[in-house]
């Protein structure tokens, strides 16, 4: 059950278009279900000898508005509070009893209407639609002073909730505060009348987020706005110093014909100037190409920016698992970066998905627990590289790393459900889990070159090869792994991948140890995918089987002592981890 509250100044037109036939010619029968004393005139249902539902309307308007008039220029200008209640899909028809009830608890739990308050405020609620009610005050008491209205829409949310438990209808997510504020009626109609798939509030606010992700300083956030297009006027002090700014669509413009302008706080909290700085000040490292051994570049340069970021995720997974809330939530405005940077860039297959998932984790990246000291440099700084390397292709070795990174960023997304969880976040939980959902139909776009081909190579290798990395694959996986890769034909990618980290010189019993203990496979949905992508990064192997293969690292080569063996469960092994000695591959600081 939503409601969704708003104010105005005209009760008689709000009320036409309540008893009107609304836009689209949907309202159907309207009439009240209730009333601040149950005998309010209903324009919908007048059984008078002669009904004029004109005459009625006019009779409810002043009827609403006596004590307003009354007040006279004591009663606010904004005097009408509108809340519109709403069940959600598939919920039962409720009766107009029942709705009537909901209004009332609405109307005490808000302070309009207290129960037991002869000088509440005066209200009716309006049915013109079965899943709907809207409820109508006017903000002026009996005793002509204004109702104390602090934290109303708060209280409309934690009422409704408690009534959805009641009536059993569908448990919704309570909200904090922290959500982006949602499009307008008036937005929404005027995007469906001009032909957008969105609201330019929506629009306005992923181009910003976009534009944001990766970017060095606030010079190249603004720069990226104006490449993106869109309108940008800055709000300055009298000392000349930026406060804020404001973003508007081209084209969009009001009645008067002037710009729609947005203020970046109107967007999200965290799009605001101020927010905007605070992330930009921890910067990004600089960056270096790394060179293959014949001194050419390594790999295509988004092949290498997605390869090195899904160390860097990796990171944030294990950070997202610590006890450490300040450097958790942190690690979420990272990831989120991290997301935008991913979806813009990415191939045709896969935007769609990908764009949606980064909308859907936007909202986990905001909760009231606040990352004010921790480092975001290095998924910032994968992001800033992300972008600058620009579109993947799709093919070959950079739809294999894309393949990669999608297939961390699931787990990273589902460690977010979890922190969130556990800390009572439910919006944000729900909105990790469908972030993680897309991602997952991303990966299913993007993974099925890449695989096929390392399960022919797999195939293709001597039974007795092939037999051997089976048993060395059943001999380290736990048990329901192991039970699910039951068939050969599961591990064919997974055999192949041991054999040529073989011939690059690791040890794969070794290897495959690192690439188990990096993180929990339970929330994997492929486990053989998800440690062939761990094998050929941390082996350093080539995501598409036809490219060149690298040298192996010293700490997964063929051990001389078990010693060497041992692996730390809780964080991320030497070889899941970027090298130190460069600073923007370094883990944020814990």
Same mark, same amino acid.
């Given at each position: 059950?939503?409601?969704?509250?708003?104010?105005?100044?005209?009760?008689?037109?709000?009320?036409?278009?309540?008893?009107?036939?609304?836009?689209?010619?949907?309202?159907?029968?309207?009439?009240?279900?209730?009333?601040?004393?149950?005998?309010?005139?209903?324009?919908?249902?007048?059984?008078?000898?002669?009904?004029?539902?004109? $005459? &009625?309307?006019? !009779?409810?308007?002043?009827?609403?508005? /006596? @004590?307003?008039?009354? #007040? =006279? %220029?004591?009663?606010? +200008? *904004?005097?009408?509070?509108?809340?519109?209640?709403?069940?959600?899909?598939?919920?039962?028809?409720?009766?107009?009893?029942?709705?009537?009830?909901?209004?009332?608890?609405?109307?005490?739990?808000?302070?309009?209407?207290?129960?037991?308050?002869?000088?509440?405020?005066?209200?009716?609620?309006?049915?013109?639609?079965?899943?709907?009610?809207?409820?109508?005050?006017?903000?002026?008491?009996?005793?002509?002073?204004?109702?104390?209205?602090?934290?109303?829409?708060?209280?409309?949310? $934690? &009422?409704?909730? !408690?009534?959805?438990?009641?009536?059993? /209808? @569908?448990?919704?997510? #309570? =909200? %904090?505060?922290?959500? +982006? *504020?949602?499009?307008?009626?008036?937005?929404?109609?005027?995007?469906?009348?001009?032909?957008?798939?969105?609201?330019?509030?929506?629009?306005?606010?992923?181009?910003?987020?976009?534009?944001?992700?990766?970017?060095?300083?606030?010079?190249?956030?603004?720069?990226?706005?104006?490449?993106?297009?869109?309108?940008?006027?800055?709000?300055?002090?009298?000392?000349?110093?930026?406060?804020?700014?404001?973003?508007?669509?081209?084209?969009?413009?009001?009645?008067?014909?002037?710009?729609?302008?947005?203020?970046?706080?109107?967007?999200?909290?965290?799009?605001?100037?101020?927010?905007?700085?605070?992330?930009?000040?921890?910067?990004?490292?600089?960056?270096?190409?790394?060179?293959?051994?014949?001194?050419?570049?390594?790999?295509?340069?988004?092949?290498?920016?997605?390869?090195?970021?899904?160390?860097?995720?990796?990171?944030?997974?294990?950070?997202?698992?610590?006890?450490?809330?300040?450097?958790?939530?942190?690690?979420?405005?990272?990831?989120?970066?991290?997301?935008?940077?991913?979806?813009?860039?990415?191939?045709?297959?896969?935007?769609?998905?990908?764009?949606?998932?980064?909308?859907?984790?936007?909202?986990?990246?905001?909760?009231?627990?606040?990352?004010?000291?921790?480092?975001?440099?290095?998924?910032?700084?994968?992001?800033?590289?992300?972008?600058?390397?620009?579109?993947?292709?799709?093919?070959?070795?950079?739809?294999?790393?894309?393949?990669?990174?999608?297939?961390?960023?699931?787990?990273?997304?589902?460690?977010?459900?979890?922190?969130?969880?556990?800390?009572?976040?439910?919006?944000?939980?729900?909105?990790?889990?469908?972030?993680?959902?897309?991602?997952?139909?991303?990966?299913?776009?993007?993974?099925?070159?890449?695989?096929?081909?390392?399960?022919?190579?797999?195939?293709?290798?001597?039974?007795?090869?092939?037999?051997?990395?089976?048993?060395?694959?059943?001999?380290?996986?736990?048990?329901?792994?192991?039970?699910?890769?039951?068939?050969?034909?599961?591990?064919?990618?997974?055999?192949?991948?041991?054999?040529?980290?073989?011939?690059?010189?690791?040890?794969?019993?070794?290897?495959?140890?690192?690439?188990?203990?990096?993180?929990?496979?339970?929330?994997?949905?492929?486990?053989?995918?998800?440690?062939?992508?761990?094998?050929?990064?941390?082996?350093?192997?080539?995501?598409?089987?036809?490219?060149?293969?690298?040298?192996?690292?010293?700490?997964?080569?063929?051990?001389?002592?078990?010693?060497?063996?041992?692996?730390?469960?809780?964080?991320?092994?030497?070889?899941?981890?970027?090298?130190?000695?460069?600073?923007?591959?370094?883990?944020?600081?814990?």
């Amino acid at each position: 059950m939503v409601p969704d509250i708003g104010r105005g100044s005209r009760t008689h037109g709000l009320l036409v278009y309540l008893y009107g036939p609304g836009r689209r010619e949907e309202h159907t029968d309207a009439h009240l279900v209730g009333s601040w004393d149950g005998f309010a005139p209903d324009p919908g249902r007048d059984t008078s000898p002669d009904p004029d539902p004109k $005459a &009625t309307l006019a !009779r409810l308007t002043a009827a609403l508005d /006596l @004590r307003v008039k009354q #007040a =006279g %220029d004591r009663a606010p +200008a *904004k005097h009408v509070w509108h809340c519109s209640v709403r069940t959600a899909p598939g919920d039962r028809r409720l009766s107009d009893e029942e709705w009537n009830t909901v209004a009332q608890r609405v109307v005490h739990a808000t302070g309009i209407a207290p129960d037991g308050d002869p000088d509440g405020c005066r209200w009716i609620a309006v049915r013109h639609a079965e899943d709907h009610i809207h409820i109508v005050a006017t903000l002026v008491r009996g005793d002509l002073r204004n109702p104390r209205l602090n934290y109303d829409f708060n209280k409309a949310q $934690a &009422t409704c909730r !408690r009534i959805e438990k009641e009536m059993g /209808l @569908r448990r919704l997510n #309570a =909200g %904090d505060g922290t959500a +982006a *504020k949602n499009p307008t009626s008036a937005e929404k109609f005027k995007a469906e009348r001009t032909g957008r798939p969105e609201t330019s509030r929506e629009t306005l606010r992923e181009a910003v987020r976009r534009a944001v992700a990766g970017a060095d300083d606030e010079k190249e956030f603004f720069t990226r706005l104006h490449e993106a297009g869109l309108r940008v006027k800055m709000r300055h002090a009298p000392s000349g110093d930026a406060l804020g700014y404001n973003v508007a669509l081209p084209g969009d413009r009001n009645r008067h014909g002037e710009p729609v302008w947005y203020p970046g706080s109107k967007l999200a909290p965290d799009l605001s100037l101020p927010k905007i700085r605070l992330r930009l000040a921890d910067g990004t490292a600089d960056r270096t190409t790394p060179l293959a051994a014949d001194g050419r570049p390594d790999w295509s340069p988004p092949a290498r920016e997605r390869r090195s970021a899904t160390g860097v995720a990796e990171c944030a997974a294990v950070l997202l698992d610590s006890d450490d809330d300040d450097e958790a939530a942190a690690q979420l405005v990272g990831v989120g970066e991290l997301l935008d940077a991913v979806a813009q860039t990415s191939p045709a297959a896969t935007r769609a998905e990908l764009g949606a998932a980064a909308r859907a984790f936007e909202r986990a990246t905001r909760s009231h627990v606040r990352a004010e000291h921790a480092d975001t440099r290095a998924l910032r700084t994968a992001a800033r590289g992300i972008i600058q390397a620009g579109s993947a292709l799709g093919r070959g070795e950079d739809g294999g790393t894309t393949a990669m990174l999608l297939s961390t960023l699931v787990l990273v997304t589902l460690a977010a459900a979890h922190w969130h969880s556990a800390r009572g976040h439910a919006q944000q939980a729900h909105a990790s889990r469908q972030a993680a959902e897309h991602l997952r139909a991303a990966y299913r776009q993007a993974a099925p070159t890449p695989m096929q081909a390392l399960r022919d190579q797999g195939r293709a290798l001597p039974e007795v090869e092939r037999r051997t990395y089976e048993a060395t694959i059943r001999a380290a996986l736990p048990n329901e792994e192991r039970r699910a890769t039951s068939s050969s034909t599961k591990t064919d990618a997974l055999a192949a991948t041991l054999a040529q980290a073989e011939q690059a010189g690791h040890d794969p019993k070794v290897l495959l140890q690192q690439a188990i203990d990096m993180r929990e496979l339970d929330t994997a949905e492929n486990t053989n995918d998800v440690l062939v992508w761990r094998l050929r990064r941390l082996a350093q192997l080539p995501a598409h089987p036809g490219e060149a293969t690298r040298r192996p690292q010293a700490n997964t080569s063929r051990p001389k002592t078990a010693a060497n063996h041992t692996i730390n469960r809780t964080a991320p092994t030497a070889a899941s981890r970027p090298a130190a000695s460069d600073p923007r591959n370094r883990p944020p600081r814990r």
